[in-house]
């Protein structure tokens, strides 16, 4: 399985982006998705996850009420709206599949996308 993320950008506090994240490969109705974030000089940190047929999500307490994540298992594609940004979610994001059929966020993942910049200006 590859996963290819895109959608990121540079957007003013406040905005809102969506990125993707296609799959390409089987199995992707059976994995659990989820994103991930590296800020520079930063530890990555888990951002929102979704179990494999989308019926829970969860997400860290930093992106609640902000951050949705979703998916569309007909296009093999998960989702992150991200809404009212903040300068401190400029980061790195990284997509993430993993065969338990959730993810966890601690960041123990089968899968991994190339990652898309993310920049929120002040």
């Known amino acids: 399985v590859q996963l290819q993320a895109s959608g990121g950008g540079l957007v003013q506090a406040g905005g809102s982006l969506r990125l993707s994240c296609a799959a390409s490969?089987?199995?992707?109705?059976?994995?659990?998705m989820g994103w991930f974030r590296q800020a520079p000089g930063k530890e990555r940190e888990f951002v929102a996850g979704?179990?494999?047929?989308?019926?829970?999500?969860y997400g860290a307490d930093s992106v609640k009420g902000r951050f949705t994540i979703s998916r569309d298992n007909a296009k093999n594609t998960v989702y992150l709206q991200m809404n009212s940004l903040e300068p401190e979610d400029t980061a790195v994001y990284y997509c993430?599949?993993?065969?338990?059929?959730?993810?966890?966020?601690?960041?123990?993942?089968?899968?991994w996308g190339q990652g898309t910049q993310v920049t929120v200006s002040s």
């Open positions: 490969g089987r199995g992707f109705s059976t994995y659990g």
């Open positions: 979704i179990t494999s047929r989308g019926g829970s999500t």
């Open positions: 993430a599949g993993s065969r338990l059929g959730y993810i966890l966020p601690s960041g123990e993942s089968d899968y």
